[in-house]
Nanobody, 124 residues
Framework: QVQLVESGGGLVQAGGSLRLSCAAS????????MGWFRQAPGKEREFVAA????????YYADSVKGRFTISRDNAKNTGYLQMNSLKPEDTAVYYC?????????????????WGQGTQVTVST
């Protein structure tokens, strides 16, 4: 079993920054890729960013490329999402997820474990 707990969400003005954290416990966090997804009200959950098990490869949705940075500290069993130049359209609940199996990292159905989510609200 894996437990994932997100933190760091909140209310920020447009143009501001937030750093989300995802603390993992249970299985060996460092062995698996992780991802960040988000879900805005009335919309489907969508891919934001993903990172390989060792941090060597990263992937981003076009909508956040150049503004968001995904990283991980395997010694601390924690993943991060640094969000800069935030826009109102970034408002959503953000979820971290861990993929134990195989499959494309941008697809949410390929992730087995999910956190409870953290709210990010960007005001104009």
């Amino acid at each position: 079993q894996v437990q994932l707990v997100e933190s760091g969400g909140g209310l920020v003005q447009a143009g501001g920054s937030l750093r989300l954290s995802c603390a993992a416990s249970g299985r060996t966090f460092s062995s698996y890729p992780m991802g960040w997804f988000r879900q805005a009200p009335g919309k489907e959950r969508e891919f934001v960013a993903a990172i390989s098990y060792n941090g060597g490869s990263t992937y981003y949705a076009d909508s956040v490329k150049g503004r968001f940075t995904i990283s991980r500290d395997n010694a601390k069993n924690t993943g991060y999402l640094q969000m800069n130049s935030l826009k109102p359209e970034d408002t959503a609940v953000y979820y971290c997820a861990l993929r134990l199996g195989y499959g494309v990292l941008t697809l949410l159905e390929n992730y087995e474990y999910w956190g409870q989510g953290t709210q990010v609200t960007v005001s104009t």
